[in-house]
């Protein structure tokens, strides 16, 4: 069902390493107080995991309020329904703010869950136990296949993750995973505006190695370290983060800092081409290309959008 804000939120949206964060503070300032930003991003809601996830300084977000941050701790299981709830109240809180909210969309199911809403499966817990159980994801693959091949089709096959949770669904409710949240699949009319950034592939892919050399001289070995000294382990959805997994991988001496490095940087290249996929596929959003300054050149459409 297609959502209804007034004012209705405007997203800007695009690619990891994109600039999509740098474009909202710019547009923010610009506008003087009248914006509050919203993050759709499903591993920025966990608490410190910061440098990883790319998540606003902690400058930016004194100057400028951010919502649906730090929402989690690692050690939990994140859910979109858990993100329709932070969203609800950030807009609610934002609107009797008198102010317009900007979102700021990495998470492809997530920025549907500001524009068009999703209607939301239940869960089933002892269902989705005995599917982690399984540790052979061919047979995951296979069993999804049979049960709902509309929405294997939209699923990595090895992202245990996802698969889990659609045959948790399609066991639990009786119905197909892809029948559930029909705003993923049909582009209705809505008021909630939608501004890609769209680089060219070589171009994002430079970005994309320079962030995560950024990030290592940031701090996020440490960080990293650092969510493995807690005393609850990180979930499997935490886990799912761009970089992490690498990171754990060299500090329990299986691969070397640069072995790390590389495969973050493939797999974050590889996941920029899946989130280019999924918005190419909504005619509503209208793409704006960026040649160097994503700031100078995207931000003057997204203050348009909101004035």
């Known amino acids: 069902m297609t959502q209804v804000h007034d004012p209705p939120p405007v997203v800007v949206l695009g690619p990891t390493a994109?600039?999509?964060?740098?474009?909202a503070m710019a547009v923010a300032r610009h506008l003087q107080g009248r914006i509050s930003i919203v993050a759709a991003d499903a591993m920025q809601v966990?608490?410190?995991?910061?440098?990883?996830?790319?998540?606003?300084?902690?400058?930016?977000?004194?100057?400028?309020?951010?919502f649906c941050l730090d929402l989690a701790e690692p050690s939990e299981r994140f859910t979109v329904a858990a993100f329709q709830e932070a969203k609800v109240f950030a807009l609610a809180e934002i609107a009797q703010q008198n102010k317009r909210a900007?979102?700021?969309?990495g998470t492809g199911l997530y920025v549907t869950a500001v524009v068009d809403g999703l209607s939301m499966p239940g869960e089933w817990?002892?269902?989705?136990?005995?599917?982690?159980a399984i540790e052979d994801i061919g047979l995951l693959v296979a069993e999804l296949q049979l049960r709902d091949p509309v929405a294997l089709e939209k699923i990595e096959p090895n992202n245990k993750r996802r698969l889990v949770r659609a045959?948790?669904?399609?066991?639990?409710s009786g119905k197909e995973f892809s029948s559930f949240g029909s705003g993923i699949a049909n582009f209705s009319a809505s008021n909630v505006r939608q501004i890609g950034i769209r680089w060219k592939r070589d171009a994002l892919a430079r970005r994309i190695s320079q962030r995560v050399e950024n990030?290592?001289?940031?701090?996020?070995?440490?960080?990293?370290?650092?969510?493995?000294?807690?005393?609850?382990?990180?979930?499997?959805?935490?886990?799912?983060?761009l970089g992490y997994q690498e990171i754990v991988d060299h500090l329990e001496g299986k691969v070397s800092l640069d072995e790390a490095c590389d495969q973050i940087v493939l797999r974050t290249r590889q996941f920029s081409v899946r989130q280019e996929r999924w918005y190419r596929r909504d005619p509503r959003i209208e793409w704006v290309d960026v040649f160097s300054d994503p700031v100078g050149e995207?931000?003057?459409?997204?203050?348009?959008?909101?004035?």
Do not use: W
């Open 298 to 307: 995207i931000a003057p459409f997204v203050t348009a959008a909101l004035t």
């Open 102 to 105: 900007l979102v700021v969309g």
């Open 46 to 66: 966990y608490k410190r995991m910061d440098i990883g996830t790319a998540k606003p300084l902690a400058t930016d977000r004194a100057e400028v309020d951010h």
């Open 167 to 172: 045959l948790e669904v399609c066991r639990g």
């Open 215 to 241: 990030m290592i001289q940031g701090g996020l070995v440490a960080e990293v370290q650092a969510l493995l000294n807690e005393s609850e382990p990180m979930s499997p959805t935490a886990r799912q983060a």
């Open 18 to 23: 994109s600039g999509k964060s740098d474009v």
């Open 125 to 132: 817990p002892e269902i989705r136990a005995e599917l982690d």
